[in-house]
Structure formats: structure tokens, C-alpha cells
């Protein structure tokens, strides 16, 4: 015989029943953290040429300014590090807005500074 949904509902929540809302609220952020990794993963190991171009294109970037600064990552290999998040750090790190770190990417400056800051491990 099919259970209700009613029945169901009571069933499955059964060992949330006695949880406070804090503890509701972790156990919710607990198991979000469980559902969304996997694509997290999928994201930092799995990316191309026009990904890449597509997030730049996202962030402002023209269509050929994206794909001189993708070229210069591929030729700097640093694909897997991500071109937004290269173009973000040199802003970061320089006091640049997004768009004049990108275009001084793309003219070939701060490549030394994102070799010694990846290659040093520490972003």
C-alpha cells in the first residue's frame, strides 16, 4: 500500500524534529556544502579556452581582449588558476579596477607577479 504524502513527510523528518534552529540552520548548510562541491570540483579541473573567454566576456572584457588575455594564460599555464580569477588578483594585489588588470594582462604585464604567487602556493 502507497504511503501518504502526509505520512512520508512525518517519517523523513523524524530526526530533524528535535534540532533547535541553529542546529537546523548548520545541518541545512551542511548538506548544501554536500550538493554543490561536486560542481565546485568540476569547475577547477575542468575548463577551456572558451570558458575562460566566456567569463572575461561576463566581466567586460571584449571579445578580443578576452581571448589575448586567455592566450597569455594558456602560454603562462596557468589555465587551471582560472582567467577571471587571474585578472581579479592583479586588481586585487595592484590596486586596479578589473578592467585595467585585464588590459595590462593582455599587454603582457604582471605575468612574473602570477608565476611567483602560484608558484609559490599561496592563492
Given at each position: 500500500m502507497e504511503q501518504s504524502i502526509e505520512t512520508s513527510f512525518e517519517e523523513k523528518r523524524k530526526h530533524l524534529i528535535d534540532l533547535s534552529d541553529e542546529q537546523l540552520k548548520e545541518h541545512f548548510w551542511k548538506l548544501a556544502?554536500?550538493?554543490?562541491?561536486?560542481?565546485?570540483?568540476?569547475?577547477?579541473?575542468?575548463t577551456s579556452p572558451s570558458i575562460e573567454r566566456s567569463v572575461l566576456l561576463r566581466m567586460g572584457f571584449s571579445s578580443i581582449e578576452a581571448t589575448e588575455i586567455v592566450n597569455r594564460v594558456i602560454q603562462n599555464e596557468l589555465m587551471g588558476k582560472g582567467a577571471g580569477h587571474i585578472v581579479y588578483l592583479v586588481a586585487k594585489k595592484n590596486g586596479l579596477s578589473v578592467r585595467e588588470a585585464?588590459?595590462?594582462?593582455?599587454?603582457?604585464?604582471?605575468?612574473d607577479q602570477m608565476g611567483q604567487l602560484f608558484n609559490g602556493g599561496h592563492e
Open positions: 556544502e554536500e550538493i554543490v562541491q561536486p560542481l565546485l570540483d568540476l569547475g577547477h579541473e575542468y585585464g588590459l595590462k594582462l593582455a599587454e603582457g604585464s604582471y605575468w
